[in-house]
């Protein structure tokens, strides 16, 4: 059974998913080398009803309840919009930052972008123990199994999370791999956010 609508964007579950999907489809369309990118996830309808504007400059004016991934009836739609935030400082380490960060009520989840290199499972066990950070970076970067990947995470504030990975080897909408634990430790950075 074939999992395209006709764009070609993998169909998704639930609407934390497609909205992961969503972010990773614009990142894509970025291309690689990019910095790591921030964005608020708010629930559509009431970006609609609260902020017409706002919405208006993302094109959900016009959309019914029932697009997006919207549920009617007396939930009203759950489909959420994700909304760029201003960028990470350059330079930043990107765990300080999340430090920083606090969200207004308004505002039901976040996500995140980052591009790394990642090695299998097979190359763990040759890593030398003697490293600091910078070291380590330069020897992953130099290892001949390295990958390029983009991490896009999410979570919701009521604990909800997704991920999506990327390999710039395999860099298709059909190669793009889903779960909510892919990557655990990026997603409690994004989850303590929420933490007063």
Same mark, same amino acid.
């Given at each position: ?35 790591? !990118? ?7 309808? !009431? ?20 697009e ?26 990107l ?9 207004p ?14 090695l ?33 995470v999410?979570?919701? !504030? ?12 395999k ?13 655990p ?12």
């Amino acid at each position: 059974m074939n999992n395209l609508p006709l764009d070609g964007t993998p169909l998704a579950s639930g609407p934390l998913t497609r909205a992961v999907l969503e972010i990773d489809e614009y990142t894509a369309g970025l291309g690689w080398d990019q910095p790591a !990118r921030l964005f608020a996830l708010v629930n559509t309808a !009431r970006l609609r009803a609260e902020e017409p504007g706002l919405a208006g400059q993302l094109g959900l004016d016009e959309a019914p309840d029932s697009e997006n991934g919207g549920e009617g009836g007396p939930g009203g739609d759950r489909s959420l919009t994700p909304v760029e935030q201003d960028e990470i400082p350059e330079g930043a380490p990107l765990d300080e930052f999340l430090g920083t960060i606090g969200w207004p009520d308004t505002v039901d989840g976040c996500a995140v972008t980052v591009e790394r290199l990642m090695l299998p499972p097979s190359a763990e066990t040759s890593v030398p123990g003697d490293l600091d950070d910078e070291q380590l970076a330069t020897w992953v970067a130099e290892h001949p199994e390295r990958r390029e990947v983009r991490m896009t995470v999410a979570v919701l !504030r009521d604990g909800q999370r997704e991920s999506a990975l990327r390999l710039r080897e395999k860099d298709t909408p059909t190669e793009v791999l889903t779960g909510s634990e892919l990557v655990p430790g990026l997603a409690e950075a994004l989850s303590a956010t929420f933490e007063e």
